[in-house]
């Protein structure tokens, strides 16, 4: 069943749909009276099952017919900051980081990132916002990751509280894979955890320096071979996924 995000909460049992949604249910999936739809409202927690029951010039009007409980969220809140990267790569770590249940993604600039966004930066986020919200309805989802930007890596902001692991290729040249599981074992429900991959070419030891001092960042290997700059991410999700969600 097709999932929408509300970004008006209904007042009663019917509502209107919005006009994009409206296009994309009635027009590209051809739906009709009687077709259902399953729509999150803004708090990203209630979730209803609605079906068309009047299709007008302008409007569709939608019943919520059941309202569903759903927990599909990773217990913990994730966060992926990714060094800026050239190509679509962005779009791919967003579009696939968004399925596997992160819930903030940061894009920052590091001194080996090879591209930089400057003045079309609000551009960019539009559209992998855009992206975000695509795969969240895909994979239902009951939140829409936000996508931001860090001009510099110096000026990102996180929660003292927050576990913060930065993948280094050094210590996966060494085969350390201890540190991963162990800042796993720290994390309980309700708690944050973010994860910085460096772009292509990786950080430099300043920058790690930084991370480590500044931050509170913990070094670790993603295991024993060295990963590219978009699937480093998606790796430490899945391996999150597994630590938290399946082998306990």
């Not at 996508?147 to 060494?174: F, G, N």
Request: charged content about 25%; proline content about 5%.
């Amino acid at each position: 069943m097709q999932r929408y995000f509300l970004t008006e909460a209904p007042t009663g049992q019917e509502f209107v749909l919005p006009e994009d949604v409206q296009h994309h249910l009635m027009t590209v999936l051809r739906g009709k009276e009687g077709t259902q739809a399953e729509f999150v409202y803004p708090d990203q927690q209630t979730m209803v099952v609605a079906e068309v029951i009047r299709v007008d010039d302008e409007t569709t009007t939608m019943r919520v017919v059941e309202e569903v409980t759903t927990d599909v969220e990773l217990p913990v809140e994730t966060t992926i900051i990714l060094g800026l990267a050239k190509g679509d790569k962005p779009e791919l770590v967003v579009q696939k980081a968004t399925e596997l249940g992160v819930h903030h993604v940061i894009i920052v600039e590091t001194d080996w990132s090879v591209v930089h966004w400057g003045m079309k930066a609000d551009k960019k986020l539009a559209r992998l916002q855009k992206i975000a919200q695509g795969a969240a309805e895909q994979s239902h989802r009951l939140r829409v990751p936000d996508v931001t930007y860090v001009e510099k890596l110096r000026d990102l902001a996180l929660p003292d509280d927050m576990v913060k692991i930065v993948a280094w290729e050094e210590s996966a040249k060494q085969g350390e894979t201890a540190q991963l599981v162990a800042q796993f074992s720290r994390l309980n429900p309700g708690d944050k955890i973010a994860f910085l991959v460096g772009p292509e070419g990786g950080l430099k030891e300043s920058e790690l320096d930084l991370l480590t001092k500044t931050f509170g960042f913990v070094p670790a290997g993603l295991g024993p071979r060295i990963l590219r700059a978009e699937t480093a991410p998606l790796y430490a999700l899945s391996a999150l996924s597994y630590a938290l969600e399946l082998a306990r």
